[in-house]
């Protein structure tokens, strides 16, 4: 696996990387997503290019659904994922529109990092890779991404357990219920992070993400 280069100065590259593809050499289950994908939420995404960071926590275990981005699936998935119908009805209530599939690449494309926690996982085996070391890349992704206001939207108690790394104050910090099933009622609908974002980057003087509409996206 090969290190985004904009990314590369993150001294896990250096430092556990190497730990961790040795484990993954040794792991008997297929791994998801495919390792050419593994790093593609930073490849899509340099770390000037980055204004919103969503949270993640490890990649979709069934086979063919995930392609290195949280959240996102293959544009050929159908039913989509709960989690991530759930984000849609969200969607839906806040702007009247979803995306015509699950491959949100094209936010990826405006400056939004969808960073799982875990960027593998054992197919079939949600959670498996929790303990590998990867959290290390997320501490430091995030605490890199404190060097000027960003958004960074925390679903869960597992992605909020990583603010301590959102240095400084000028950024938006979003936390709200995981969308899963389990949680989405909870608080996840209608707390509004899309609009929220939208309203926040507005203010700043800089365009808001377009959500719903790919061929209207930035290239």
Not at 18 to 23: F, G, K, L, M, T
Not at 40 to 65: E, F, M, N, S, W
Not at 159 to 165: C, I, N, S, V
Not at 174 to 203: C, D, K, Q, T, Y
Request: hydrophobic letters at 40%.
């Amino acid at each position: 696996m090969t290190p985004p280069k904009a990314w590369a100065a993150l001294p896990f590259f250096r430092d556990d990387l190497p730990r961790i593809e040795a484990a993954l050499a040794a792991e008997t289950r297929d791994v998801l997503p495919p390792a050419p994908q593994v790093f593609a939420a930073l490849k899509a995404c340099a770390p000037d290019d980055v204004r919103v960071v969503i949270l993640g926590q490890d990649p979709y275990p069934t086979p063919g659904h995930a392609h290195g981005l949280a959240f996102s699936v293959a544009p050929d998935v159908r039913p989509l994922p709960r989690s991530l119908g759930n984000i849609y009805k969200e969607l839906e209530a806040e702007f009247g529109a979803v995306p015509p599939n699950g491959d949100l690449r094209f936010w990826a494309r405006q400056g939004v990092l969808l960073l799982n926690t875990s960027l593998t996982v054992p197919a079939g085996n949600a959670g498996a890779h929790a303990r590998l070391g990867w959290s290390k890349l997320t501490s430091q992704t995030i605490e890199f991404l404190s060097d000027r206001p960003r958004a960074f939207i925390l679903w869960g108690k597992h992605a909020q357990g990583f603010d301590k790394h959102i240095l400084g104050n000028d950024h938006l910090v979003l936390r709200a219920p995981h969308p899963s099933p389990l949680s989405a009622r909870r608080g996840f609908f209608g707390s509004r992070p899309f609009s929220r974002v939208n309203e926040w980057l507005i203010a700043k003087g800089e365009p808001p993400i377009n959500w719903t509409t790919p061929e209207e996206a930035c290239p």
